[in-house]
């Protein structure tokens, strides 16, 4: 699946809020099961633990009611929400290395 992503085709672009995303992540669990009367075993998301969380207005393209008036889930959506959570962990990853970096560098000199 493609879509147009050059920024000559986008306005109103904005940062995604690294925390929303990992709050989202913390209350949605990926789960596995199988449809009914299939056995195939699939890895996925219940559309409506999306509906039951208040997501941001812009993520309600993720979760829909289709025609049938089931739900529907377009996953590619989620990839920007796991991708801001990963970004902004490994930021903290980084400034905590480091802190312990100074902390072991200040022990060393004390003894």
Known sequence: MTEISDKQFKENVKEVDSKKCIE???????KTYNHIGKTRKC????????KSKKMPDEWDNIVFDGDDGFLR????????ILWSALQSLIKEVETLKKEISKLKGK?????
Do not use: C, H, R
Not at 24 to 30: A, D, F, L, S, W
Not at 43 to 50: C, K, N, R, S
Not at 73 to 80: A, E, R
Not at 107 to 111: A, D, E, T
């Open 24 to 30: 989202m992540i913390k209350y949605i669990k990926p």
């Open 43 to 50: 890895i996925g998301y219940i559309a409506d633990d999306f």
């Open 73 to 80: 889930m377009d996953y590619s959506k989620t990839t920007p």
């Open 107 to 111: 022990g060393k000199g004390s003894k």
